[in-house]
């Protein structure tokens, strides 16, 4: 099973990326598929989950109100639009679905 994450980058404080996580769909049907970040030198934490149907969302407290998970089941995909980004921020972020986690993609916010 892959999970391909995509969209990281650099952005100045205050800006915007959006991710992506794509997987066939024999793999993402009928899942729910989270997003979760890495900080250097900091364990893997959570930051938002989005219902199989798209109809239910869950998210970190550090987010919520600036980060919006969304998905689009006929392209097999989920995203990860975020705004008014902070350099806390800065960290590896990897899409999960059930025990499959995708590669990584590093977003790195400059202050």
């Known amino acids: 099973v892959q999970l391909q994450a995509s969209g990281g980058g650099l952005v100045q404080a205050g800006g915007s990326l959006k991710l992506s996580c794509s997987t066939s769909?024999?793999?993402?049907?009928?899942?729910?598929v989270g997003w979760f970040r890495q900080a250097p030198g900091k364990e893997r934490e959570f930051i938002a989950t989005?219902?199989?149907?798209?109809?239910?969302?869950k998210y970190a407290d550090s987010v919520k109100g600036r980060f919006t998970i969304s998905r689009d089941n006929a392209k097999n995909t989920v995203y990860l639009q975020m705004h008014s980004l902070k350099p806390e921020d800065t960290a590896v972020y990897y899409c999960?679905?059930?025990?499959?986690w995708g590669q990584g993609t590093l977003v790195t916010v400059s202050s």
């Open positions: 999960n679905l059930r025990v499959y």
């Open positions: 989005i219902s199989w149907r798209g109809d239910m969302s």
């Open positions: 769909k024999r793999t993402f049907s009928n899942n729910a």
